[in-house]
């Protein structure tokens, strides 16, 4: 499997840092905005792989949505999501090259919720297997 949960999980915890300084600079709100959408980008591509299925490989958050529901795949906050990611797609670029870039509060609120309940889900279907004893000896019964 990749690294793209513990990536998306890195993405979320810049994103906070950023969202604590947000009133000492505006730049902050711009991080905030990117990382949170790279950590939603993130972790519904791991969902996808989850499913077995190979993501699209563009930042367009309806592309892996879409591609979750083909495989019944179902995710928190999976409609809330579908409404904002003309949002959350803009922020991957917007945020960082264009200087008129600007969120609402209550949006970055929203989707820092619901980027934490879609980790949440991807932790709860992540299984590690644990390893079976090995053996390196053969069983040596004694008899007598």
């Not at 730049?27 to 077995?52: I, R």
């Not at 993501?55 to 083909?70: F, K, M, S």
């Not at 820092?112 to 390893?131: G, Y």
């Amino acid at each position: 499997m990749s690294k793209l949960l513990e990536r998306a999980k890195v993405k979320r915890e810049n994103a906070e840092n950023s969202y604590k300084k947000i009133q000492l600079n505006d730049a902050y709100l711009d991080d905030c905005c990117y990382n949170l959408q790279q950590a939603v980008e993130m972790t519904l591509k791991y969902l996808v792989e989850l499913s077995g299925q190979a993501y699209v490989e563009n930042h367009d958050l309806r592309a892996q949505l879409n591609l979750l529901n083909r495989r019944n795949v179902s995710i928190p906050y999976e409609q809330e999501l579908r409404n904002m990611a003309e949002t959350i797609n803009n922020w991957e670029t917007s945020s960082r090259y264009k200087d008129s870039f600007t969120a609402l509060i209550q949006d970055v609120d929203d989707v820092r919720f619901f980027v934490d309940a879609l980790i949440k889900e991807a932790d709860s279907k992540t299984t590690v297997n644990p390893l079976r004893p090995l053996s390196v000896f053969p069983s040596t019964k004694h008899t007598q």
